[in-house]
């Protein structure tokens, strides 16, 4: 399976193994997607944690496979990417990204959407790098980018594909905490257990999100996103 599901004492990992960098394509998309689904209507499942296995988060789209696709394939590739993204950001308990590895384009995304990330210390690459691999942004990684970053860094990474290390001061905007790679995972379960104890964790998260969904679930309902004229 692309995506591994462990639970730790009602922490849920979500680990993405899709060898080698664990890029996305259409059947990586459907399968976080219901993953996600299951964990928000589980009442076993408090909180989640997402991660890459092997030594890569998520090099983002695949750009072997993808381009590949005909024009339906293409678009519910669009149209998937926009679900799995309102699944996660609006998922109504804590999620933290424990990023293991290269988060590039769509996996560094995958990050933003969370609620909290951490990063293993090390040598890899984040980035935002749609502008420079000729993928523009659907319209929900693009809400989640606009929501959770400032305006100097949206700019930034959007515009120049600008790569960094997570050691960098542009990274620490983005990241919460880091943490040696063999601490990454256990810290990363231990705060989403922390804030799983929160009550009103699950109504404050959809106060402070509740535009930003409502954009792009609006955008889902009717299929509207710009890209399905563009990208196509």
């Known amino acids: 399976m692309p995506v591994e599901v462990s639970d730790r004492d009602g922490v849920w990992v979500l680990a993405v193994r899709r060898p080698p960098v664990n890029a996305i394509d259409l059947t990586l998309v459907r399968e976080i997607t219901e993953r996600l689904r299951d964990a928000a209507s589980s009442a076993a499942c408090r909180a989640v944690v997402v991660t890459g296995a092997g030594n890569a988060f998520s090099a983002g789209i695949d750009v072997r496979v993808v381009p590949t696709y005909d024009s339906a394939t293409r678009a519910e590739m669009l149209r998937g990417i926009n679900r799995m993204v309102a699944a996660l950001y609006g998922l109504p308990k804590p999620t933290i990204a424990a990023i293991n590895g290269h988060a590039l384009g769509g996996g560094l995304v995958v990050a933003l959407a969370c609620d909290v990330r951490f990063a293993a210390e090390g040598n890899y690459k984040l980035g935002l790098t749609e502008v420079t691999a000729g993928v523009p942004f659907p319209a929900g990684p693009l809400a989640v980018v606009r929501a959770e970053l400032d305006p100097?860094?949206?700019?930034?990474?959007?515009?120049?594909?600008?790569?960094?290390?997570?050691?960098?001061?542009?990274?620490?905007?983005?990241?919460?905490?880091?943490?040696?790679?063999?601490?990454?995972?256990?810290?990363?379960?231990?705060?989403a257990a922390l804030a799983a104890q929160a009550t009103a964790y699950a109504a404050v998260k959809q106060q402070v999100r509740a535009a930003t969904l409502t954009a792009i679930e609006r955008v889902i309902a009717d299929d509207a996103d710009p890209l399905l004229r563009v990208w196509l």
């Open 152 to 191: 100097g860094t949206v700019r930034v990474l959007t515009l120049s594909g600008l790569v960094m290390q997570p050691a960098d001061p542009m990274a620490s905007r983005f990241i919460d905490r880091l943490l040696p790679p063999d601490q990454l995972l256990t810290g990363a379960v231990e705060h």
